[in-house]
């Protein structure tokens, strides 16, 4: 049953059932077997309303607990994403600035890319679904196609890009995203990578 305990009706009947069998416990000591089994029969009411009464009162807040868990999960998702997506953006960006300075950055900026992207892959992998949708508002498929654009020949940053992508593809409206920032044209790059078995099987999900 659902509700709060003010509108649970067994609470009165419990109280009413409990003084009636105080004030009757004499009769039930010393009066006749039919008084002692009236008196008997209350008490069993009573016991059947108060379990009843127990379950009136405990549902509500059970399934209270239930949603306060499923809001806090969501919560540290959504943190998560957010977190996740806002690394690997800052990773790439930095990326392309290294290389802009000097060739000589590339190992290093590459390597700095492609652990966050590992990361928000493994995040979206993990569990799919509302995840994908958390990553796809907090920007997770600009990022991506970013560090796919920064590193078109480091094949593992394009393996943890496309793992990533692939997971990001459940989520509402990612899709428009993947368009919007030139995804089908970064795939069409892959060709450069015909050798990498891993790359060309997440990139034929897509």
Not at 17 to 44: D, E, F, H, K, R
Not at 109 to 138: D, F, H, K, N, Y
Request: proline share 2%; net charge positive.
């Amino acid at each position: 049953r659902r509700g709060s305990w003010q509108n649970c009706s067994g609470a009165s009947l419990v109280a009413d059932l409990t003084a009636y069998i105080l004030t009757n416990i004499s009769t039930m000591m010393m009066g006749t077997q039919q008084q002692q089994l009236g008196v008997m029969a209350a008490a069993g009411v009573c016991a059947v309303v108060g379990v009843w009464y127990c379950g009136c009162s405990s549902a509500p807040d059970a399934e209270k607990a239930r949603r306060k868990k499923r809001r806090a999960k969501r919560r540290m998702d959504r943190s998560a994403c957010a977190a996740a997506v806002a690394r690997l953006r800052d990773a790439a960006r930095e990326s392309a600035l290294r290389e802009s300075v000097s060739p000589r950055f590339r190992a290093d900026s590459r390597a700095a890319t492609l652990e966050p992207c590992r990361a928000l892959a493994e995040l979206l992998i993990s569990r799919p679904g509302s995840r994908a949708s958390m990553c796809v508002e907090a920007g997770g498929v600009e990022a991506v196609l970013q560090a796919l654009e920064a590193h078109p020949d480091a094949s593992e940053v394009q393996l943890q890009g496309l793992r990533a992508l692939t997971g990001l593809a459940h989520g509402e409206g990612s899709a428009k995203a993947f368009v919007d920032g030139g995804g089908v044209e970064l795939i069409a790059g892959l060709a450069a990578h015909a050798g990498d078995a891993g790359v060309q099987r997440w990139g034929c999900q897509l």
